[in-house]
Each structure stands twice: as structure tokens, then as C-alpha cells.
Nanobody, 123 residues
Framework: QLQLVESGGGSVQSGGSLRLSCAAS????????IAWFRQAPGKEREGVLC????????TLLESVKDRFTISRDDGKNAVALQMNNLRSDDTAVYFC????????????????WGRGTQVTVSA
């Protein structure tokens, strides 16, 4: 099993920044692709960014391009999501998820999920 725990959520004003962290433990975390998803109230869960086991980054949501970045620190078994220039429509619960090796935008193909962390952006 792979356990994932998100942290770093909170409330921020529009234009501000937050840094989320996904801590992985259990099986060899470096073997897995880690993605960030988000879910706003009443909406489907959507992929945001993903980083493969080899470090290749895939943008799953066009609206975060040039604002959000993803990085992994295999020494610390953690993946970070840096969010800049936040907007009110970024408000959601953010989840990290893992699957073997490669990224995909299909949430059903991720085997492990964290419980999520709330991000609230006020206008």
C-alpha cells in the first residue's frame, strides 16, 4: 500500500499563493506518478498537474498553466504543488493521487488517494 497525506491548504486572497505538499509513505514512492486533482462543490473531480516517476510533468488542466507548478523530492518522498496568482475559481478540495510510472488524466486509473486539503480563494 501507498499512503498519501496532503497538507498546506488554507484561505488566501485572489492573486495570492499557496504551496501544497503530498507526503507519500509505504511502498517505494519514487516508482509512482503523482497527480494533483481538485474538486469544487457540485463539480466533477478534475486533474490539475501530474509528475511521472521519471520527473516528466503533464498539465492536466489548461487554466493552471503558467500559474501552478509541480515538483517532486524523492529524498523526502514528497510532491509539491506551488500555486501562484490564485483565483476564486481555484477554490476546491485538492487531492493527490498515485499510479505506477506514468501520468494520465483519468482519475479512475489512480490506485491511491489522499484525503484532500481545502483551498479557498476569496475575491
Amino acid at each position: 500500500q501507498l499512503q498519501l497525506v496532503e497538507s498546506g491548504g488554507g484561505s488566501v486572497q485572489s492573486g495570492g499563493s499557496l504551496r501544497l505538499s503530498c507526503a507519500a509513505s509505504g511502498r517505494t514512492p519514487y516508482y509512482y506518478a503523482i497527480a494533483w486533482f481538485r474538486q469544487a462543490p457540485g463539480k466533477e473531480r478534475e486533474g490539475v498537474l501530474c509528475i511521472s516517476s521519471s520527473g516528466r510533468v503533464e498539465t492536466l488542466l489548461e487554466s493552471v498553466k503558467d500559474r501552478f507548478t509541480i515538483s517532486r523530492d524523492d529524498g523526502k518522498n514528497a510532491v509539491a504543488l506551488q500555486m501562484n496568482n490564485l483565483r476564486s475559481d481555484d477554490t476546491a478540495v485538492y487531492f493527490c493521487a498515485a499510479r505506477e510510472l506514468a501520468c494520465t488524466d483519468q482519475k479512475a486509473w489512480y490506485n491511491f488517494w489522499g484525503r484532500g486539503t481545502q483551498v479557498t480563494v476569496s475575491a
